[in-house]
């Protein structure tokens, strides 16, 4: 049994110590928020924060998660996670949406770090995060806006 | 399970409308047959199988049905606003039911070919309208006033002399007595609150935050997972497998083979069972497979397009469009060009992986839980392949994460329905993205063949598009005297008056799994076609937009799109040295769409400057879902453009993962400007796809403006022009 800390409810999950977070969030406590996109940490649709930083829970092994403060898109809701989240929803960021869960997840981290960031912090931060339905310019500018509204 | 969006059955439909009668219930009925009637269904037992649009429940709660799977389009808002708006009622106070393929819901219940607005545009207004109207006669009787002193406001009638009010819940059940009026009155645009307007999507946030539930998040009791062995070369049979090793490992409970049938496209592989996923996953590692390649393991691309190119000089082709005597003319031009060109193979690349889960119960029952563009034909056709009565039948459209025209097919939906048969238990199996990558379908290229000949005057006089291409039905028996509809999408369709045309198509069989893909055909097509009449504008000495315009001398849309684009883009106003910009446009099947872009040089790539988009409507029902189509297009059309697409060696796909099959990330994208032109009138057009075409065109152009080094192969490398 392996204990898990996750958006400050404790689980305890059955799985080998090397079984990908993502699946354990997903299909052993049932969080279905996070998502799979590749597997290889390319897409970063599974992002969640393990102690505050991002993490691609697909390559995250579950092990390592023990006794960690895992935060998933279910738990964002501090200041800066809900500027986040009203942002995206006042720029109607998603379209099919299941990229954002990724995105939101790192956004938040890169505000957390930079309340104001530039262009390129965006550049650099979302990076990892791939969106096939082309939201970019609005992950930016709501990204923007987020900054104004903390 | 809880969904937001699934369907609701009988009990919950009983629970939702209490015992007190079932209030206002309005359907379509006979769309099959094109001739469509609002029916009362009021007093059905069962109103989902006959195609409620519109629920409202005595206590008031009102249901509107959308009978588009919602694949990022943004259906979810534009088809029930339909109904709003001549209901008179605010979206964020319904609630939003996805339809799930029964049977009266019709056979227009899909997500495709840019057809969700324009099939649904008028029926369901008139249903909304119908609706209103019976509140209306409902509250009038009750307070025995003329109907024609009532009026509808937010989801209350009110009277207007008095004041009186009545919500809609309370008139629902007097309402469900009366007649359907025949043709209902519909409202004139100039007093609509929500078409037209930038409404706000009802799903978004839940896609912010984290509850939307997609295909890949269905669970029900009992529930197993699969992962599928397919052998990487294609059209391999199935010899032998030891699953020896696969059942030790923890958590693995059976291993089944599976066919997964794609059109005329059939292999069967190897299905590794287990209570999670990630064991299914060391399994299906753990699995020894023996397969027969039949011979299919020479099959690469480099040969592949050599063979293209061969055909193309072999083959004179089956005429598609004709007017003229294009040989005739070309023969004695005084100017005459020719180019060829390339486009790739790609993927879809949806980020959520192909999933479904199926459930086969006792008395031949089937119920399906996936992301899927078809649950229309999901029922019909698997009902039939498996023998299921129609009723049997339960499809859940959950939330797609990204459609593209991947799950129009559904291959992955008959592997799930075959291992739960098998084992009899709720399956679902989760497609890896090297799955996803390698196995396809996937779009096919094509080449293109090009002519043209000029007047000593720089007049376009004479033009031929040759194209060389699969079938996207992919049969190897091919009638080559006949041109192929959807192979030579849009290139008749352009309106440049040239007084001689020929074009043709030859057909060249490519033996890996194909589909259609956002935009179809004409995603390829229009990179030919649209740089090619630019290499003719150069050789007139014209510039790009000049020499289109002059083409047409008629009023039409692309008239209208290009003198739009031109005016957006300040197209005559000099740019910086080291700039150029690059016009093109496109119309086809699902609608027109233009693009000017500014590119400068930056060593030896080119950053794109500027990215002006021109859609043309007529009609439009959210004017910022629209620009986020084009925006969506315009980036899928850029990594189809610059990223590597997919390449064949070996009988295999090359690429496997989004390392080797890159998309364009948000530091690659620029920003789209979007304009819409909205001329009104009885015109409706296609929104998801027309943003896609004309981008790497104009982006091709742009780049022979700044560097004078012209593209004629897809993809390319925005950073080293050479
Ligand atoms: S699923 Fe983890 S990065 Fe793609
Ligand atoms: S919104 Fe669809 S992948 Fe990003």
Redesign the interface.
């Known amino acids: 049994m392996i204990q898990l800390n996750i958006n400050n409810k404790v689980y305890e999950v059955d799985a080998s110590a090397d079984m990908p977070l993502l699946w354990a969030i997903r299909d052993l406590v049932g969080l279905t928020g996070t998502k799979f996109g590749c597997g290889i940490a390319q897409c970063g649709a599974c992002t969640v924060h393990v102690n505050g930083t991002p993490v691609r829970s697909c390559s995250f092994p579950v092990g390592a998660a023990a006794g960690k403060m895992i935060t998933t898109i279910e738990g964002v809701n501090e200041k800066i996670g809900e500027a986040v989240k009203k942002a995206w929803i006042e720029l109607q960021v998603p379209q099919c949406g299941y990229c954002q869960s990724g995105q939101i997840m790192s956004a938040t981290a890169l505000l957390k770090s930079k309340p104001h960031p530039t262009d390129a912090d965006i550049d650099a931060a979302m990076q990892g995060n791939l969106c096939r339905c082309g939201t970019y310019q609005r992950i930016r500018s709501a990204i923007h806006r987020a900054a104004e509204m903390i | 399970m809880t969904n937001n969006n699934s369907n609701i059955n009988r009990r919950n439909f009983i629970r939702l409308t209490g015992l007190t009668g079932t209030g206002l219930i309005l359907g379509l009925s006979g769309k099959a047959s094109n001739a469509t009637n609002i029916e009362n269904l009021s007093a059905a037992a069962d109103p989902f199988e006959l195609g409620a649009f519109i629920m409202i429940n005595p206590n008031g709660e009102i249901t509107l049905f959308n009978s588009k799977p919602?694949?990022?389009?943004?259906t979810f808002q534009s088809i029930p606003a339909l109904m709003a708006e001549e209901l008179e009622v605010s979206l964020d106070k319904v609630t939003i039911k996805q339809t799930g393929g029964e049977k009266k819901y019709g056979f227009m219940q899909f997500a495709g070919g840019s057809m969700s607005i324009r099939s649904e545009y008028h029926n369901l207004r008139k249903v909304g309208a119908a609706a209103k109207e019976m509140l209306l006669k409902a509250a009038s009787t009750q307070w025995n006033v003329p109907v024609s002193e009532c009026y509808a406001s937010e989801a209350t009638i009110i009277h207007r002399p008095t004041g009186k009010k009545l919500g809609y819940g309370e008139l629902a059940e007097a309402a469900s007595k009366l007649e359907v009026p025949k043709s209902p009155v519909l409202k004139d645009p100039k007093d609509f609150k929500i078409l037209g307007k930038?409404g706000?999507?009802p799903?978004?946030?839940?896609?912010?935050?984290?509850?939307?539930?997609?295909g890949?998040?269905a669970?029900v009791p009992g529930m197993v997972?699969a992962s599928i062995e397919r052998c990487p070369v294609f059209n391999s049979k199935l010899v032998s497998f030891d699953a020896t090793a696969a059942k030790k490992i923890?958590g693995v409970i059976a291993v089944e083979t599976c066919e997964r049938i794609h059109e005329v496209y059939k292999t069967t592989g190897v299905a590794v069972i287990a209570e999670?996923?990630?064991a299914a996953v060391q399994g299906r590692k753990a699995l020894i497979v023996t397969w027969d390649h039949q011979g299919n393991e020479t099959f690469n691309s480099k040969d592949f397009e050599q063979s293209l190119r061969d055909t193309a000089k072999k083959e004179t082709g089956a005429v598609a469009h004709q007017q003229g005597d294009f040989d005739k003319a070309f023969a004695n031009a005084a100017v005459k060009l020719e180019a060829f060109y390339e486009t790739p193979v790609v993927s879809h690349?949806?980020?959520?992986?192909m999933n479904c889960l199926a459930s086969f119960t006792e008395g031949n029952k089937l119920e399906i839980w996936t992301s899927t563009q078809v649950p229309g034909s999901l029922v019909t056709d698997f009902a039939k392949e498996y023998q299921i009565p129609v009723e049997n039948m339960k499809v859940h459209t959950l939330?797609?994460?990204?459609?593209?025209g991947r799950r129009l097919y559904p291959d992955y939906v008959h592997e799930a329905v075959q291992l739960t048969k098998k084992i009899g238990k709720p399956v679902k199996a989760?497609w890896?993205?090297e799955d996803d990558t390698q196995q396809g379908p996937f779009r096919p290229m094509t080449y293109s063949a090009m002519k043209g000949a000029l007047s000593p005057d720089g007049k376009a006089i004479a033009f031929q598009h040759k194209v060389i291409a699969p079938t996207l039905d992919m049969k190897k028996d091919y009638d080559k005297s006949k041109s192929d509809e959807t192979m030579t999408e849009g290139i008749s369709e352009q309106k440049y008056e040239i007084e001689h045309m020929k074009n043709v198509y030859v057909h060249h069989y490519m033996p890996v799994p194909l589909a259609a893909w956002r935009a179809v055909t004409s995603t390829t097509l229009a990179f030919s076609h649209e740089c090619f009449i630019d290499e003719m504008a150069y050789a007139a000495k014209k510039d790009g937009m000049a020499f289109r315009l002059g083409m047409l001398t008629k009023e039409s849309d692309t008239k209208n799109v290009l003198q739009k684009l031109k005016e957006v883009s300040s197209w005559d106003k000099p740019l910086p040295t080291g700039w150029g910009r690059g016009v093109a446009q496109y119309e086809f099947f699902a609608g027109q769409g233009g693009y000017v872009i500014e590119v400068s040089k930056k060593g030896l790539g080119i950053k794109i400057e500027k990215v002006y988009a021109v859609i043309d409507l007529g009609t439009v029902v959210n004017p910022?879902?629209v620009s986020?189509?084009v925006?969506?297009?315009?980036?899928?059309a850029l990594t189809a453009a610059i990223k590597n697409g997919i390449t064949f060696d070996k009988g295999k796909t090359v690429q496997s993962?989004?390392?080797t099959n890159p998309?364009?990330?948000?530091?690659e994208?620029p920003?789209?400007e979007v304009h819409i032109l909205t001329n009104g009138g009885d015109k409706i057009k296609g929104v998801g796809e027309p943003g896609l075409p004309p981008f790497a065109p104009a982006l091709c152009n742009a780049i022979f403006a700044a560097t004078g080094k012209r593209i004629r192969r897809l993809p390319f490398d925005i950073n080293k022009i050479v």
Not at chain 2, 70 to 74: D, W
Not at chain 2, 399 to 404: A, D, M, P, R, V
Not at chain 2, 631 to 636: D, K, R
Not at chain 2, 663 to 667: G, P
Request: no cysteine.
């Open positions: 919602e694949i990022g389009q943004g930038p706000a999507r799903d978004i946030p839940l896609k912010v935050n984290g509850t939307a539930v997609f890949i998040d669970t997972y923890k999670t996923y990630w690349s949806p980020i959520e992986p939330f797609n994460g990204g459609g593209f989760i890896t993205r910022d879902m986020a189509q925006e969506g297009a315009a980036t899928m993962n989004y390392s998309l364009v990330r948000i530091n994208m920003k789209v």
